[in-house]
């Protein structure tokens, strides 16, 4: 079962810093473009950051110079490092990634995927 499985969430005061991390697993022979999105209480879900394979990465406005990401393409696994936070990053993070997926024998597709996501809430 090809899944990505997200950790890393909690309760942290304002300035302080937490570590995302999530991993994919399954039948997968390569993963594309990575990143975070979030989603707070009454809002749509919105981008965060992403990361190519290559490590071209892309933020959000509210989180440049606070957040970064990260990946380990030989653990298959993508980071989000947030420091400095803010009562406002309070949300559902939810990791994305494009995999590359074993469908069978000589069966491959790519498909997007989404975490089950994890809540982040930050104190004033």
């Known amino acids: 079962q090809v899944q990505l499985v997200e950790s890393g969430g909690g309760l942290v005061q304002a300035g302080g810093s937490l570590r995302l991390s999530c991993a994919a697993s399954?039948?997968?022979?390569?993963?594309?473009?990575m990143g975070w999105y979030r989603q707070a209480p009454g809002k749509q879900r919105e981008l965060v950051a992403t990361?190519?394979?290559?490590?071209?990465?892309n933020y959000a406005d509210s989180v440049k110079g606070r957040f970064t990401i990260s990946r380990d393409n030989a653990k298959n696994t993508v980071y989000l490092q947030m420091n400095s936070l803010k009562p406002e990053d309070t949300a559902v993070y939810y990791c994305?990634?494009?995999?590359?997926?074993?469908?069978?024998?000589?069966?491959?597709?790519?498909?997007?995927?989404w975490g089950q996501g994890t809540q982040v809430t930050v104190s004033s």
């Open positions: 994305n990634a494009e995999l590359g997926i074993i469908e069978g024998s000589y069966r491959y597709n790519w498909r997007n995927y």
């Open positions: 399954g039948s997968i022979f390569s993963i594309n473009a």
């Open positions: 990361i190519t394979r290559d490590g071209i990465t």
